[in-house]
């Protein structure tokens, strides 16, 4: 009998680390995530798949750590012995970047350092190779050069945030190129989900409205609606961070959809599946714009799409639809788009079943 195969994923609480976690189960991974002490239980996303560690036939472990404290992240790759690891931590907020950033460049640039460093001596000490995912941001191009991005595009980081993940990027290219450490880069573009986090863009959208449609909100505040984002599904994207851990050579490459659209656009996909116009309910707020601004982000796949056989299978409108059908049910609402609701719940049990669990 082969031995399991073990992982350790930073970030594991957030959207990413929860679907990455569902992915590597199923694929009968062991699983270890690392998890910050906080007063309040922060495991929500990981919860219907948590099984006590007693249990002999427990595969997911968590451990309390921080990429602030390299002390503890070597103790924690000593005592789990991966084979890969997925750096997802981050203060991973943009707008929140500007008013942290020296916690956002410890966490995000110094914090990545730490990790490469453990796995080289770990590597040195042990003689075991470690694959490396480290996770990269489109934010990284920030002041676009190139229409679309691809792996070749200069970095022009526009916030504390990007600027540390283009640190972060530089440092596994170097950890590879200098110690022939297998790490790789995955520049991932917007990717969105039900479990994205409150404060992003997306989720603030249809969250608000599905309060809306509840009656408990009347406003919704933004900031900039001229942005434009190549947004995908965080589920697609997670299996595309284990397929380059899975090749013969270590690479970067770009995850990305190939198509853009504006925060206006996102607003008027998601109230129109409830029969609403965004224009009454949406409002302007300074407080919500960034000191430097990323006008355009669009991606080009297709090195990812020629090397890794990977490729979207959730489109733009079928992933505000299972975004706003998501934060509807969570209120115990019924969308009035009876055929969007019903398209929501075919993406997610039939189309996209094949497209993440081969």
């Not at 490469?116 to 489109?138: C, H, K, M, N, P």
């Not at 691809?150 to 945030?161: D, G, H, I, L, N």
Request: one cysteine or more; hydrophobic letters at 35%.
């Amino acid at each position: 009998m082969t031995e399991r195969k073990r992982a350790l994923i930073t970030g594991i609480t957030g959207q990413d680390g929860s679907y990455l976690t569902e992915f590597l189960l199923e694929k009968d991974y062991e699983v270890h995530g690392i998890i910050r002490r906080t007063s309040t239980f922060n495991t929500d996303r990981l919860d219907h798949i948590y099984v006590d560690p007693h249990n002999p036939e427990a595969r997911l472990f968590l451990h309390y750590g921080d990429l602030t404290d390299g002390v503890t992240l070597r103790r924690i790759l000593e005592e789990i012995q991966p084979v890969e690891i997925y750096n997802l931590g981050a203060q991973s907020h943009v707008r929140v970047s500007f008013d942290c950033p020296e916690y956002t460049v410890d966490a995000v640039g110094m914090g990545t350092l730490r990790i490469l460093e453990a796995i080289r001596d770990y590597q040195r000490r042990t003689g075991i190779q470690v694959r490396f995912y480290q996770a990269g941001s489109s934010e990284m191009f920030g002041k676009v050069q190139d229409v679309p991005q691809r792996e070749t595009t200069p970095f022009y980081p526009r916030s504390p945030y990007a600027c540390a993940k283009v640190y972060a990027h530089w440092q596994t290219v170097n950890h590879r190129e200098s110690y022939g450490m297998f790490a790789c880069n995955g520049i991932l573009f917007n990717h969105e989900s039900p479990r994205r986090g409150e404060t992003f863009v997306t989720r603030k959208i249809t969250r608000a409205l599905a309060r809306i449609v509840a009656g408990t909100q009347k406003k919704l505040y933004l900031g900039n609606l001229d942005s434009k984002r190549d947004w995908g599904y965080a589920k697609d994207y997670v299996k595309a961070m284990w397929l380059m851990l899975q090749q013969d050579e270590p690479d970067d490459y770009v995850i990305a959809t190939g198509e853009t659209y504006s925060v206006k656009q996102f607003l008027e996909e998601a109230f129109r599946y409830v029969n609403l116009n965004w224009q009454d309910y949406v409002e302007f707020d300074e407080r919500y714009l960034r000191p430097t601004e990323v006008d355009l982000l669009i991606g080009d796949p297709t090195k990812a799409k020629q090397k890794l056989g990977w490729q979207p299978a959730v489109t733009f409108s079928e992933l505000v639809a299972l975004m706003v059908e998501a934060d509807l049910q969570a209120l115990g609402i019924t969308a009035t788009n009876g055929a969007g609701s019903q398209k929501a719940q075919d993406i997610a049990t039939i189309r996209h079943a094949g497209a993440t669990h081969d």
